[in-house]
């Protein structure tokens, strides 16, 4: 079906007077006829929408009229749930035209029947043993799953009304890798996971986070249902994500649980096998601790590569035990497809390919070997951009991000809709030069007595970034005593109470790091002042971006750190003006956005705000901004 401008102007004008505040947005109208020409073009699109667009319905309003099965893949459960609670199921109500909508996630997000069947005594009895020294604290949230399963119409862990403990919903869930499909599973009938798969191939809009398009890719595209059209919404993270996706982790926790899993799929006199994959757990997290958090040589290094060789042999001895065990089908199946998966992981990982890049990553729980590409566009090219048109939207787009995710120019059309919302009147961009640099030991001190003269001129009302959790904590330690208004920083509620705290309470303050760097919309007094504690360059050691330096050459901090940092910058930035009426002050404690020779780029990433460097005048810009008419 072609859709005509005409046709996308009327649907969205009709949309658009069912809204509560129904103004007119004249950078969703050419957005939406953007992406309507894209998909009757079969040509990608990038297009940047500021706050205020209204892009989810920009781009909902042509993609359903378009008549295509449409994938909208989003980086923050945030928007996934903005688009499944509010926006689809309004557009459903108001467009004119009916279509089915339906929310798809990984695997692991929903309960295994078969695996709760085991755990309450069908089965093998799977997993009581298997919880550890914690098994009545544990066994209890188990029980509390298995009956929630009983009830719940979706499986989905979102839709609990507490939240487990990893080991108690591990019990019950099952990874892709683990799952050996519904055709093999004794419960494959009454599968959550493949219940939601039907919705999904029923469905012509398909939401789901972008991780789990990028393993949609990696699987040759068997993960999602076919489709014509992607819409990656918050593109900006996409080529981190599809990094993430497309390589590969190992840990010794997948050795050990393989080891656990197939304990009631192994002969008796064979249960040594299992001993000796324990043992080769031990030994990967010993070389993978060794060499945490630096970038590996492309063979790995002798200890990190003899421990990798170790695990796959005893991988293959353990899928050789299970094969001629006499274990429950079920579970010999899925213990097989676990290991599978776990072979073809190991295989690739040493030597580590052409354009990957290897290093071990600290977590909590044991250390973890990831390789990983180091150019995503070089993979996407081969198997994303040929087979569907692709519409990738955000506030912030990178500089060069459709050449650096290897969409060529003679595919791709972009387009920049600005935003509605007046920054260049509600906004003031202040910038405190006369504070030391922030790598100069003195920097904390003064930082913090800025903070607290500008907190106290916006009366509480503040939204403080920090770049990292020692700063945070510093600053939250520094100012809670000597503030008048409550001082919330990140950790003291889940993130959803947090920010409810944050907005209910006018004058209050919120301290946090870079997870609320984007994601937050609190619109009005509440958030009046956004403090952002230094400009965001990514850390000089990160092995990935070490290795695309190396590509790069000599104009890599143009080209690698210079627009990440202006992107994450302008996220912050974005978190003030939410609304046409309000009204406030965005504060980068940072010199050298004032005095860089690369400062124009960061400035010219932000909204278009006034600017000034005198803090006399943020203070009358608040004051006036906060003074009731």
């Known amino acids: 079906m072609t859709v005509v401008g005409g046709e996308v102007a009327d649907a969205l004008e009709r949309v658009r007077r069912a809204l509560p505040a129904g103004e007119s947005r004249p950078g969703q109208a050419a957005m939406a006829e953007a992406v309507a020409k894209a998909i009757a073009d079969k040509r990608h699109l990038v297009v940047q929408a500021g706050t205020g667009t209204g892009k989810s319905l920009g781009y909902l309003v042509p993609a359903v009229l378009s008549g295509k099965r449409v994938v909208v893949a989003t980086a923050t459960k945030a928007l996934q749930d903005q688009l499944a609670a509010k926006d689809l199921p309004f557009l459903a109500r108001h467009l004119g035209r009916p279509f089915e909508f339906a ?70 869930s099952v990874s892709a890798m683990e799952c050996p499909g519904a055709a093999k599973c004794p419960s494959g009938e009454v599968c959550f996971a493949e219940a939601a798969r039907l919705r999904a191939e029923g469905a012509d809009v398909i939401v789901v986070n972008t991780h789990l398009y990028g393993a949609h890719l990696a699987s040759g595209g068997h993960v999602l249902p076919e489709h014509e059209v992607v819409v990656f919404d918050e593109a900006h993270a996409l080529e981190d994500v599809a ?38 757990a031990v030994r990967l997290e010993e070389a993978s601790t060794a060499v945490k958090d630096k970038r590996l040589p492309d063979d790995l290094g002798d200890e990190l590569a003899a421990a990798v060789a170790l695990a796959g042999e005893r991988v293959a001895r353990v899928t050789s035990a299970v094969r001629k065990g006499e274990g429950d089908d079920n579970r010999k199946a899925r213990t097989l497809h676990s290991a599978g998966h776990l072979t073809g992981d190991l295989q690739l990982a040493s030597p580590v390919p052409a354009g990957h890049v290897a290093w071990v990553e600290g977590r909590t729980g044991g250390s973890v070997l990831r390789v990983v590409p180091v150019d995503v566009g070089e993979v996407l090219a081969s198997v994303l951009w040929g087979e569907v048109t692709a519409v990738l939207t955000s506030a912030t787009i990178p500089a060069r991000l459709s050449t650096r995710l290897g969409i060529t120019p003679d595919r791709c059309d972009e387009l920049d809709v600005g935003s509605p919302f007046p920054h260049a009147e509600h906004a003031l961009l202040y910038c405190p030069v006369h504070l030391p640099e922030p790598r100069r030991p003195e920097y904390a001190a003064a930082m913090h007595d ?119 910058l302008a996220q912050g930035a974005g978190r003030l003006i939410r609304s046409a009426t309000d009204r406030g002050v965005v504060a980068i404690l940072d010199t050298r956005l004032a005095t860089a020779s690369y400062r124009w780029e960061l400035v010219n990433a932000l909204p278009p705000m006034r600017r000034t460097r005198h803090r006399a005048e943020v203070e009358a810009f608040l004051s006036a901004a906060l003074t009731p008419e």
């Not at 997000?109 to 695996?115: A, D, F």
């Not at 066994?139 to 080991?167: C, I, M, N, Q, Y």
């Not at 800025?450 to 503040?462: D, M, V, Y």
């Not at 003291?492 to 937050?520: C, H, N, V």
């Open 103 to 172: 929310v798809l996630k990984g695997r692991s997000n929903y309960l295994c029947r078969q695996r709760a069947l085991e755990v309450s005594g069908g089965g093998d009895q799977l997993t009581l043993e298997d919880l550890g020294d914690e098994v009545g604290a544990l066994g209890k949230e188990v029980v509390r799953l298995v009956e929630w399963a009983r009830t719940s119409k979706t499986g989905d862990r979102a839709d609990l009304d507490f939240e487990p403990r990893p080991k108690a919903w591990a019990a019950v």
């Open 243 to 280: 990094a993430d996706s497309l390589g590969v982790e190992l840990g010794a926790g997948r050795l050990r649980a393989l080891a656990r899993g197939a304990r009631g799929a192994v002969a008796k006199d064979d249960q040594s096998v299992l001993d000796d994959l324990d043992a080769a």
């Open 450 to 568: 800025e903070l607290h003269a500008l907190i106290t001129a916006a009366g509480g009302r503040t939204l403080a970034l920090f770049t990292s959790w020692r700063v945070m904590n510093a600053a939250v330690d520094a100012l809670r005593p000597s503030l008048a208004w409550k001082v919330l920083a990140q950790g003291d509620l889940p993130k959803p109470a947090l920010i409810e705290a944050f907005a209910s309470d006018e004058r209050s303050s919120l301290f946090a790091t870079m997870g609320y760097w984007q994601g937050i919309d609190v619109p009005g007094p509440s958030l009046s002042l956004v403090t952002l504690d230094r400009i965001p360059f990514p850390r000089p050691d990160d092995p990935l971006l070490q290795a695309r330096r190396d590509r790069a050459g000599p104009g890599a901090f143009g080209l690698i750190d210079l627009p990440r940092a202006a992107t994450l």
